[in-house]
Each structure stands twice: as structure tokens, then as C-alpha cells.
């Protein structure tokens, strides 16, 4: 399905990215940023380099979708309290934290029809091909990675198209750090999505993968038309109880109490380098 286009709507202004861990002394690792082109678009890949050498299986290493905005929640002490973990952001060429044209379209499914807003949907399935291929050779570049401790994470669309990544491309991580996900697009298309996935069965690298999901219990949504609750998400933690019978998956989730929707991406951030970097 070609990516679709929906009636525009005027969007939320997004805030730069002050990236001031970039500037700030980190005792454990080096921080790094390029501009890289991978399928005839421009990203930028964001990285922490341990400093301490590789373990015999190299480094884990975290993903982190929003990349611009992962780095710009990223603090010394997240990194000094994971000495041995890399982590590599995949992020967009934009001072802002958010590139919303470019995410909707890459963190949304394929068979999503029109999106509101006016933006481009339907663009997942050829950007995890991206972040599992050229993106993945471009991040890992000259680092020791173990393969069977790769871990992604995403929040909110990113969030989706983490939990999307698990059903889709089953294998392509190991872990799976999904916060505050969009569950609630396109009708709950991701429940649907569920119902129709099937992951191999016995393959020691798939079904023993680990996920965790995030979210506050004061999230709303911004659309006043859309469904609203109170508490957290009904529809993420009927995913989180889907997930949880799937044989071989190792799902746990955590509810943030008092936070909303925008402060999830940094309160994740601990409990997701955690998860990336347990053995």
C-alpha cells in the first residue's frame, strides 16, 4: 500500500532540541552525532560509546527512535549508571526535538489508511527494512554489538512502531521498550494487527524476547472528538495482556503515576537502559 495523505489540519509546533548532553562532561562514554543518508534520505544517527572496553560478546546496545529528542531527555547520570551500555539514536536532520512529517510517516503501518493532520502515513514497514539494514550497518559502525542484545524503544507513535517491529519483524531485537503507544491510531488498528500476528514458534532469539511497556495513568488525548478515560490507556493495557499470553514472551509493564503523555519520554528512559542492558 502506497503511503496515504490525509485532510490537513494545522499541527503542534514541535521545540528544538537542546541536545545539552552533548555538552556536558560524561565519565563513561563518548557522544557522537553524524548526518548519514540510508534509502535517499537524510538521518542522523546519535550515539553513547562506552569508553570501557567491549565484554567478549561486545556491547548491548539500545535503539531509540525520536533520536532528537531521545538524546535531548538523556542525562550523565542515565549514561554513568550504564557504563557498558551503547545506545544509538536514530534521529532526523531538524534542530527540532520532533520531525512530525517524518515520523508519522515512518512509524506508522502500512495498511493505515488516511492519518489526520495532513500527513503522510503508511511508511513502517520500509523504515524498519531501513533501521534493520542500512540504518542498523550505519549505527553499529565500528562497535562491538552482541546481536542478542539489541533492544528498541519508542514513545507514543514510536511506541507503536516499537510494538509493530516485535510483530512484524519478529527477531530483528531482542528487547522491546514500548512507551505510551499509540494504540488508540487509526480505530486501535494495532489490536486488530495482534489478532493476525503469528511469531515462529521455537526460535530460542524470538520467543524468549523480552518486552516492557510504559505509560502514565493522566495521558489524554489531544483530539477532543477521540475517545478519552480516565486512569491509563484501557486499549494499551489490553496490549500489554494480549502480549502477556503469547507463550515466550517475557512482557512486564510499568504505570507512571500523575504523569501525562509528554513526560513518559523521560521517565522511560531508566527503566529502558535497564532493560537494554540486563544480561
Known sequence: MQPQTAIPAQPK????????????????????????????????IFRAVPLNPAPARGHPLLYMLDGNAAFDALTTAHLEANPALAIAGIGYDTDLRF??????????????PLAANGRRTGGADAFLDLLTGELRRQSEAGLPVDPLRRTLWGHSLAGMCTLYALL????????????????????????????RAALPENDA??????????LGDSERRSNPAGPHW?????????MVERLKRRPGLQVGHDIFAGLGHAATLPA????????????
Request: net charge neutral; glycine share 10%; proline share 9%.
Open 168 to 195: 512484524r519483524k519478529p527477531g530483528a531485537f531482542r528487547r522491546y521498550a514500548s512507551v505510551s503507544p499509540s494504540i488508540w491510531w487509526n480505530d486501535e488498528w494495532m489490536l486488530d494487527f495482534e489478532a
Open 205 to 214: 532469539g524470538i520467543n524468549d524476547a523480552g518486552v516492557l511497556v510504559m
Open 230 to 238: 480516565e486512569g491509563p490507556a484501557p486499549h494499551t493495557l489490553e
Open 99 to 112: 520531525d512530525v512529517l517524518a515520523r508519522t510517516l515512518d512509524y506508522t503501518p502500512a495498511e493505515t
Open 13 to 44: 509546533q514541535p521545540q528544538p532540541a537542546a541536545l545539552g548532553i552533548f555538552g556536558t562532561p560524561v565519565s563513561t562514554h563518548r557522544l557522537e552525532r553524524r548526518r548519514v543518508t540510508a534509502g535517499d534520505r537524510a538521518f542522523v
Open 268 to 279: 522511560s528512559l531508566g527503566p529502558a537502559m535497564k532493560l537494554a542492558g540486563a544480561g
